[in-house]
């Protein structure tokens, strides 16, 4: 076995994909946390004193951050476990991964079984939504638009 191919089942791998689903979420939820605290909860900063302002961007930062990197880490976790018990790859592991993960991380958060059901099931949906639609907009058909291009091309007529 060569080793450029132990690199690439080590890329693919599902402890791998969890990893890089939970890294990808800390960084989305890392900049939602500075788009919101910018919009929101950080107090006026006053002169001279910009700590306490950066203190509370921060842990805001860092709570969506935590938030969504556990989402994306129990999704895709899960969605990998149910894939390789089903032995089939369609959108009800996806949908089962993230009831999974909106039920137990909002859950937790909500403290409520009624938001850890609506929050399950509401990630469920959207999954299992963008996977039956193959999480694309326009159907490959092989032809090359060129919607911009003003000269004309030669026929291939006879």
């Known amino acids: 076995m060569d080793q450029s191919e132990l690199y690439i089942e080590d890329e693919d791998s599902p402890v791998m994909k969890t990893v890089k689903g939970a890294t990808t979420g800390l960084a989305a939820g890392a900049l939602w946390g500075t788009i919101v605290a910018t919009w929101h909860d950080v107090p006026r900063v ?11 961007t921060l842990k805001m930062c860092g709570n969506y951050g935590l938030t969504f990197a556990a989402i994306g880490g129990l999704y895709i976790g899960v969605e990998q476990l149910v ?3 089903r032995m089939k790859r369609d959108f009800i592991n ?12 909002y859950g937790l958060k909500g403290r ?3 938001t850890a ?7 469920a ?14 159907i490959d058909n092989g032809r090359e638009y060129y919607p911009y291009t003003t000269e004309k ?3 291939t007529s006879t």
């Open 83 to 85: 894939q390789k018990q």
């Open 112 to 114: 409520s079984f009624q």
């Open 153 to 155: 091309r030669p026929s």
């Open 125 to 138: 949906f959207t999954s299992a939504v963008l996977d039956i639609g193959d999480r694309s907009t326009r």
């Open 46 to 56: 006053e002169r001279h004193v910009a700590l306490p302002g950066l203190i509370r």
């Open 117 to 123: 059901i609506s929050a399950g099931s509401c990630l």
């Open 94 to 105: 996806g949908a089962v991964g993230a009831f999974v993960a909106g039920a137990s991380v």
